[in-house]
């Protein structure tokens, strides 16, 4: 455990990939959502998906964190999977930062009726149905499938190379359009659509922390013999 938590203190070496980029992300986002918000003509309320840029930014996290550290701790001799928990317990410490940060945005948002121009940035409705809690997991777990998808990328990209992160990808590509084929063929998009809305944001949230594990999972196996 000692040596997974040093794996952790490492990614965290280079706050600016951990910290301080997805901060200014976040913060230039919501500064220019706000303008945007004030230049709106409108007197309902106004929702962007500004929101978007600082959980996408996970992605390219979750590739960086690989890329960067992953030679530089087979040197040090540490195991594959140390360096795999180490990383995802870095990656699950900022998903949750940027959770909480979403919560405590939210709830400014609305106690200030949407920074006094009635924009919300933080507090989606459908996801604020489960409450500044509820929603801060929500956003945690969101970042984390991007992260552990970037992370299984480059995992592949490791252990194949391109030709084979390229075959990969599109075969998920064509797994993907054959599944929406045979919801068309089958004319059950209502079916979907109604399941998605039931399910309610803390549902999705448990489908989408079941997807990071099967992603997990993956980029583990891939990461046994990926080449530092």
Partial sequence: MNRVLTV??????????????????????????IAIFALIPYGGAKYGGGSQAPIWYFFGLGIMSLSY?????QALSITRREFFFGTMLAALVTAVLLGAVFAAGGAIERATGGWGVNGYFFSLDWVWTAGPVG????????AMVLF??????ATLYRRFGPLGLTLTLSGVGVLLIAALWL???MDAWATVWTWLADLGPMGLTAVLAVLTCILGAAS????????P
């Fill in 8 to 33: 952790t203190r490492m990614q965290f070496v280079n706050k600016y990939t951990f910290v301080w980029l997805p901060l200014i992300i976040l913060v230039v986002s919501l500064v220019l959502s």
């Fill in 69 to 73: 550290t992953f030679p530089f701790s």
């Fill in 135 to 142: 929603a801060g997991v929500f956003f945690a777990v969101v």
């Fill in 148 to 153: 552990v998808a970037g992370f299984w990328g």
């Fill in 183 to 185: 919801v068309g063929r």
């Fill in 220 to 227: 583990f196996l891939t990461l046994r013999r990926a080449i």
